[in-house]
């Protein structure tokens, strides 16, 4: 059976601040979710959040780009923009960059992350979430899960894993992609995906069955808006067992808090914290930044789930850590490495002090 998982995600405001998703927001978007449901469009679904970001979860049948699923999430973001606007909350309809929907909801401010499948005897997906970073967030990781042997043993030990995997990486600056393989590919590989602001990994394919493994969100918000208006705090899909890294291979990279951009006006790297759901609820200096883990079983399209991944006490350490980081990166205050590099600021002041200070700069002999 041919099944399209889609998470569509936005954030349509935010309680308190930038900090966590209303009650009523998520709400009013189960309730247009059920209808989809009952009418066919959806087999199923599961509304979460992450953080201030409202994420539909859904499986049907009509493929990757369907313009009635993503019409349906358009909608619902819309209905939820509403009830976020009669609380005024913060930054309501932040991501909604257009005000018509028009076939295709990429490149209109919501994040997207679609994958069409057969699905198998037993198909344990991973959907991670996260808050307060840009779409490049998950290279590290995936290439962990896919590629790295210290991480994933059953590249090495797993007789379907051995060949390796394919890697989809999309410059999101030039609007370009190119395929990668690993192992053999892997430096090619890691001079551009070391570098997640610019080059940001789409997809994964297995090169054992050349099966779809894991799609990430990759769109830039300011990319598309030309100026400031919230981070992309994207989304990755993971299938899991059989020809695919384990479930504990797939969620291992996470042990390690790296660091990604995105803290604080997005405008600051800090340590991606791994979480319960419950808990991405990013309030010091609006952050850390935070990934959760929503671990399903599909069976005929059914969701059977979630089952909350990182709300596991063998993540304790991890959060330990980045809150340890946390307190190092704070400290260097609008220094960088904390902030970002200049052309990376989702705003700045440059500009205006500058012109401002532009007769008193003087020549260096
Ligand atoms: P089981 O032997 O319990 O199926 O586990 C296999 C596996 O992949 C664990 O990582
Ligand atoms: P969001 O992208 O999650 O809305 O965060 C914006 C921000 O600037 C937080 O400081
Ligand atoms: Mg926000
Ligand atoms: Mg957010």
Not at 16 to 22: K, L, Q
Not at 26 to 41: F, I, N, V
Not at 352 to 358: D, G, N, R, Y
């Amino acid at each position: 059976m041919k099944i399209t998982l889609s998470v569509i995600k936005a954030d349509v405001g935010g309680y308190v601040g930038h900090s966590e998703s209303h009650p009523d927001v998520l709400a009013k978007a189960r309730e247009g979710l059920a209808k989809a449901k009952q009418s066919g469009l959806l087999i199923d679904y599961h509304v979460t959040k992450c953080g201030d970001d409202l994420q539909l979860i859904m499986t049907h049948q009509h493929g990757e780009e369907n313009e009635k699923i993503h019409k349906l999430a358009w909608d619902t973001f819309v209905e939820g923009t509403e009830v976020a606007k009669s609380l005024k909350l913060y930054g309501a309809g932040q991501d909604l960059l257009s005000d018509a929907f028009s076939g295709n909801i990429k490149g209109m401010g919501p994040g997207v992350a679609e994958m069409e499948f057969e699905e198998r005897k037993s198909e344990p997906v991973i959907i991670f979430m996260a808050d307060k970073t840009s779409s490049g967030a998950w290279n590290m990781p995936l290439y962990k899960m896919f590629a790295d042997p210290f991480n994933t043993i059953g590249l090495v030990i797993a007789p379907n894993m051995h060949v390796g995997f394919t890697f989809e990486v999309h410059d999101v600056k030039e609007h370009k992609k190119i395929t990668l393989n690993a192992p053999e590919e892997i430096y090619d590989l890691l001079i551009f995906i070391g570098a997640p602001s610019r080059y940001a990994v789409k997809a994964v394919y297995s090169r054992e069955t050349s099966d779809i493994a894991a799609v990430s969100s990759t769109q830039r918000l300011s990319l598309i808006a030309g100026r400031y208006v919230g981070k992309d705090d994207p989304v990755c899909i993971v299938r899991s067992q059989g020809t695919f890294p384990a479930v504990g291979e797939v969620l291992e990279p996470f042990a390690l808090p790296h660091l990604v951009e995105g803290w604080m006006r997005g405008s600051h790297h800090g340590p991606f914290m791994p979480v319960a759901i419950p808990d991405s609820i990013p309030s010091r200096f609006d952050g850390p930044p935070r990934v959760t883990a929503a671990g399903f079983q599909i069976a005929d399209g059914r969701l059977v789930g979630p089952r909350d991944m990182f709300a596991d006490l063998s993540f304790d350490r991890a959060r330990q850590q980045a809150n340890e980081i946390a307190e190092y990166m704070r400290r260097h205050g609008p220094f960088e490495p904390h902030r970002l590099p200049l052309e990376e600021m989702e705003y700045t002041t440059m500009p205006q002090v500058a012109k401002k200070l532009e007769g008193r700069f003087s020549d260096l002999k």
